[in-house]
Structure formats: structure tokens, C-alpha cells
């Protein structure tokens, strides 16, 4: 295969040096029908995502053996005259066809390399994951030899280099930052085609740029991730609120013990709203016992809004139960919740970071797995969240969600602003995820165009309301949105695209650079 890619880019080089035009189906006239695939099942799975909103199939799809692989296409498509996109797929948990090409580009799939592709330096406290490396695997390369990375995300079975150019978060990030800010050193294949390891000490400008970049300057190939020694169990614990001001409150005054010696912190925080009665007893609430339903009435909430603190202390095996008991009491005590409706289980550390998977596994047993997934993931001002509670969750929401709802904060200053993410500009803010499946199922709440309009009716509220939401995996049709998304750092994401990708082959899926063919790349030589 790389002989094979080799010839090709001998070829395509000479051609486009003498002036010619390179069309992308000639690649196939150079005897590329390996890992560079026009398979009807590879292009089909290249053509959607989790979101199953947008189907687009791409001219081929490459399989990498190498990072040299991507680099040599990469040239080639940089170098053509004609031209041809290129875009990164790890799992395919875009939402928007973001990892998506047209008819003229080739999807880069990342996962399934065939080869071990996770190197741990235990004494160094790091590992060196290739991009398309799915958390699951890289936690348990990793537990063999009891160290793990310390930043997640709730879904596992995601890519490294997917998570890593959109952030990476999840109950971890309020004392650890997000998954970008624990990351040593990458490489990474530029627009160009120039493969370059950079850090935060060297090509430190690429570092920042592909660090929740959404694809836009570079195909992460390998990443350095920070790891720390892992624990063995951990004490899961839910509490339901009717108050949201004293949810809020707790979330909040628990982020702030960030600093705090480990015996004095919970280790993971986050939260969920409740509108509708049903999720409290199914899905990401499994954890609740199906033979003692809880009901929201049955908790005088006074109102039809729930929400619940979920927390987590880590702990090893050997730990003493008293201690740990102790530990997680004094930090209970300082909490506002609604009495009696504490639930709390005990289990491995790996269930608990695998939790989503198995909700996943009983989902796909009855059909709804595979199904639309309209999503909105915002970012939303810690001033602005009790706004946002009143219109959103007390009003445009109604009493059916199809899915969770997830509500917790973060600090900023676990955050880099020079990486490519855009957040909310004040030291705390929320994330809030409107995780839900469209099904058709004969209520008319459910359908896929109900929820896009509640979504659509969520992010006009935002806007009419002056609440500067910032999305999370950000999904717009024009630059103009886009502009507005990044707001002053617009400048500076003109500006590294223009150095790393300077004729937009990358990512052309998420809509912010229309690819510029036609110009001679030699120019910019």
C-alpha cells in the first residue's frame, strides 16, 4: 500500500508541476484498490454519522497504515490543480455530517489501523495513543499498568483525534480542564501534507490550533496524553433538587474545591434536568433501581422540573469503607437537596467510565440506537443560566424530552485560551447537552422536526434574550454564523487556516472555509 501510495503522489506531483489537471478519479488509474477503497459498504458508512441528520458519500475512502499514508494524500490533494477535500472520521459520533465530504474528497478512516497503536511510558506518566484510538482502548492499555488519562468524556467508544478537536468533556473537567488540556504532545498532518510533532515548547502555534480545532489545520496521527494513577472503585451518587437556584448553588460551591486536596472533593460532578417523569427510570437514569420507581410527585418537588446532582468519589480497593464513608459525608452535608432522595451504588472504575456503553448496549437490543439524534450542546454563562432555567426548562421544553439532559459547570481558568475553543467569557460556565433521539413512534413531541424546531426556538431564546451561548461541537451553514461563533478570535482562526491549510482541504464538513481550488498551491510555496 505505501509503495503503491508513493507512485501515485510520484505521478500526481509531476503532473501537477508540468500544469496539468489531476482529476480525483485518475487516483484510480495508479492501481490504488487496497486501503484506498470506492467499497459500496465503506462508502455508506462514510456517508453518515451518529446524528443521521445529513448523508453525503465521499469519492473513496482511505484506510491508513501509517501516518505517511495520510501525509502522502494529503500532498497530493494539496498539490493537485484540480484539488479534492480530505476529512478525518474516527467513530462517526459527529452529529451534522461534520466528518462528511462531497462526491470530490476522500474521508480519512481513522479507526480500525489493525496494529497496536498505544504505547505507555509508565514512568513518565504518559501514552502515545495514534488518532483514531478509541478511549475504551487506550483505558485499558492503560489500567494494565494501573494509570489512566485523566480527563474523559461519558462516551468511551469515541476517537482520541475526534475528542481532541472538539475538547473532550465530562464530570472530570471542573478539576482537570477538558480532554485538550491534558494533552503533551501531538503529531499532526498540516493541510499541506507536512507531517510536524508539535507542544506546548515546540510549533506551539499548530499545538494550539489543532487543540479543539474541529479538523480545520490538521489530522491529529498521534497524541501524548497525560495519565495518573488509576483508582479501582468509585462511590456513585445521585440527589434530586426542585430548587434550581440550590442546584446551581451546590454545583458550583463543589467546582470551587477544585484546588483542594483529593479527600476534600468529589471526583467527578455533573447533573441532569428532569422534565419528564419517564427519564428519572430508564436510559442514562438506569441507575435507578426499576423494582423502587421514583416519581417526581412522589418527592414534593411542587413543580414538573427535577434535577439531579450526580457525583462520584474514587477510591482503591483496600481503601477503608469508614474513611471513604466519612469523606464523601462531609462534603453531603454542605448540600441543599430534597431529603431522602439520595441513591448510591459502589462499582469498579471502569463501569463507571463505561456507564454510557451499557446504556447503549440496551438501547440497540430495542431498536433505538440507530435512530436520528438532533442534539444541541451549548455553553452557557453561569449569569445567565437561571434565564436560561425559566425559558428553557420551564417553558419551551415541554413534558417529553426523548432523552437526557445534561446541566453542570466548569472553570475557565481549567481552559487554554489560546486553543481553538470558543467559551463563554466568564470564570464559570454551564455546559448544557439536549441529548435527544427522534423516533417515530406516533408522538408528534418525538419526531425529528419537533425537536430541530424546539432547538431552533432554544437558540432564537438565546439570542432575543442576550444570553451568549457559545455551542459546543458547533454546527452552522454560513461563515457569517461562524464569525459570529468565534468573535474576536476570528482573526486568529483566518489566520492559521491561511498557514496550515492555506486551499481548505480539511474538514470542509463543518462549513466554516469553502475550499479555494483553482489557485495554483505553488503560490504559497
Known amino acids: 500500500m505505501a509503495t503503491k501510495l508513493l507512485l501515485l503522489f510520484a505521478i500526481c506531483r509531476l503532473i501537477t508541476i508540468v500544469g496539468l489537471t489531476l482529476n480525483p478519479t485518475d487516483l484510480f ?51 493537485s490543480t484540480h484539488g479534492f477535500v480530505v476529512s478525518a472520521r474516527g467513530h462517526g459520533h459527529s452529529i451534522n455530517g461534520q466528518s462528511q465530504t462531497n462526491n470530490n474528497g476522500v474521508v480519512v478512516q481513522m479507526t480500525g489501523l489493525g496494529k497496536t497503536t498505544v504505547v505507555v511510558n509508565e514512568n513518565m506518566m504518559y501514552v502515545d495513543v495514534w488518532g483514531g484510538e478509541l478511549w475504551i482502548d487506550v483505558l485499558k492499555s492503560t489500567l494494565r499498568y494501573g494509570l489512566a488519562p485523566k480527563s474523559w468524556t461519558d462516551y468511551l467508544y469515541l476517537s482520541v483525534g475526534g475528542t481532541l478537536s472538539n475538547a473532550g468533556i465530562s464530570g472530570q473537567a471542573f478539576n482537570h480542564g477538558p480532554q485538550i488540556s491534558n494533552v503533551h504532545e501531538m503529531d499532526v498532518v498540516t493541510g499541506r501534507g507536512d507531517i510536524l510533532t508539535c507542544s506546548m515548547d515546540h510549533n506551539q502555534e499548530l499545538f494550539h490550533s489543532v487543540l479543539g480545532g474541529l479538523g480545520q489545520f490538521g489530522i491529529i496521527t498521534r497524541a501524548r496524553i497525560a495519565l495518573e494513577p488509576s483508582p479501582q472503585m468509585v462511590r456513585w451518587i445521585r440527589v434530586l433538587y426542585s430548587n434550581f437556584s440550590a442546584f446551581t448553588h451546590d454545583q458550583e460551591y463543589l467546582i470551587s474545591l477544585h484546588d ?25 437514569s438506569s441507575f435507578f433501581s426499576p423494582n423502587n420507581p421514583v416519581k417526581i ?18 477510591y482503591h480497593k483496600g481503601a477503608d469503607p469508614e474513611a471513604v464513608d466519612q469523606e464523601v459525608e462531609a462534603l453531603l452535608k454542605k448540600l441543599n437537596y430534597i431529603p431522602a432522595s439520595m441513591f448510591t451504588t459502589d462499582l469498579p472504575y471502569v463501569d463507571f467510565l463505561d456507564r454510557v456503553h451499557t446504556a447503549e448496549l440496551k438501547l440497540r437490543s430495542k431498536g433505538l440506537w440507530e435512530v436520528p439524534h438532533p442534539w444541541l450542546n451549548l455553553f452557557v454563562p453561569k449569569s445567565r443560566i437561571h434565564d436560561f432555567d425559566k425559558g428553557v426548562f420551564k417553558g419551551i421544553l415541554g413534558n417529553k424530552t426523548s432523552g437526557p439532559i ?23 460556565f454551564y455546559l448544557v447537552a439536549l441529548l435527544r433521539s427522534a423516533l417515530d413512534n406516533g408522538e408528534e413531541t418525538l419526531t425529528l422536526k419537533h425537536l430541530s424546531d ?19 461541537l458547533p454546527h452552522y451553514t454560513t461563515q457569517k454564523e461562524w464569525m459570529d461563533h468565534y468573535g474576536d478570535k476570528w482573526s486568529q482562526i483566518s489566520r492559521r487556516k491561511l498557514e496550515f491549510d492555506p486551499r481548505h482541504i480539511l474538514a470542509t464538513g463543518q462549513r466554516i472555509f469553502e475550499p479555494s481550488f483553482g489557485s495554483d498551491p505553488r503560490s504559497s510555496w
Open 29 to 79: 488509474q495508479f492501481g490504488i484498490h487496497g486501503q484506498l477503497s470506492t467499497d459500496a459498504h465503506d462508502i455508506k458508512s462514510a456517508s453518515v454519522d451518529f446524528g443521521k441528520l445529513t448523508h453525503s458519500e465521499p469519492l473513496a475512502v482511505l484506510h491508513p497504515s501509517s501516518t505517511s499514508d495520510v501525509a502522502k494524500l494529503l500532498r497530493l490533494a494539496y498539490e
Open 454 to 472: 424546539e432547538n431552533r426556538k432554544i437558540l432564537n431564546f438565546c439570542k432575543e434574550s442576550k444570553i451568549e451561548v457559545k455551542q459546543y
Open 406 to 428: 445534561l446541566i453542570y459547570p466548569m472553570n475557565k481558568n481549567k481552559w487554554d485560551d489560546r486553543s481553538s475553543v470558543v467559551t463563554p467569557n466568564e470564570d464559570v
Open 260 to 284: 483542594r486536596p483529593q479527600s476534600q472533593k468529589f471526583d467527578y460532578i455533573e447533573g441532569f434536568v428532569i422534565v419528564d417523569e419517564g427519564l428519572i427510570n430508564n436510559w442514562r
Open 297 to 314: 410527585t412522589s418527592l414534593g418537588a411542587g413543580g414538573n422540573v427535577l434535577y439531579c446532582l450526580e457525583i462520584t468519589k474514587n
